[in-house]
């Protein structure tokens, strides 16, 4: 961290995150406190360090990235997604407190895209769920997350295009959804509760 003293920087994305599925009665807390670690306070304290320096030289750009997770929650989604709305909230905060020392916080908001990050979250929920032991329900939330997050991915192509979009833009909105109708089309493919 001591580095980021010694950079000069005029646009900082934040990008860090861990995935985590699971029902989140059956979740071991340390799991929890593990992916918090990583997409909360990682992403805090770097992010943190840059603005301090932002703040000093009075311009500047912080484009966090966070998720559809960071607006919506589903079932099975619980751990990854109760870090991206503290991303959100983070974001939000950060964007008033900064703007009027002239330095402009956004937010990034994609949908599922096929980096292998979905796939990687729906391949292995962890040691401690083991399928063969598990309620029968159970198994139909993680069988329904698999489904929900690894098909019909996206070309991750049109985030990397709107990462270059807010960087070049000369003001950001705060929240910046990708694509931008993914919050409708989710709902729709989502059924009600």
């Not at 699971?22 to 340390?30: D, Q």
Request: aromatic share 8%.
């Amino acid at each position: 961290m001591a580095k980021v003293d010694q950079w000069n920087v005029d646009v900082f994305i934040a990008n860090a995150a861990i995935g985590q599925t699971g029902p989140l009665s059956l979740v071991p807390l340390e799991r929890l406190r593990a992916v918090f670690e990583v997409n909360v306070f990682g992403t805090f304290a770097i992010t943190q360090r840059v603005a301090q320096a932002m703040r000093k030289k009075r311009a500047g750009r912080i484009i966090i990235t966070s998720s559809i997770g960071g607006v919506r929650a589903g079932v099975g989604s619980g751990p990854y997604t109760m870090t991206k709305h503290a991303i959100q909230a983070f974001g939000t905060a950060l964007r008033a407190e900064l703007k009027m020392f002239g330095v402009d916080v956004c937010l990034i908001n994609p949908g599922p895209y096929a980096t292998g990050f979905n796939d990687r979250m729906a391949d292995d929920p962890g040691p401690w769920f083991d399928r063969k032991r598990a309620a029968p329900e159970d198994v139909a939330v993680m069988d329904q997350l698999v489904q929900r997050i690894t098909v019909s991915q996206m070309d991750p192509a049109e985030v990397v295009k709107r990462y270059v979009e807010l960087v070049e833009a000369a003001s950001t909105e705060l929240v910046n959804f990708v694509p931008p109708d993914i919050v409708e089309r989710m709902s729709k493919s989502t059924p009600a509760r």
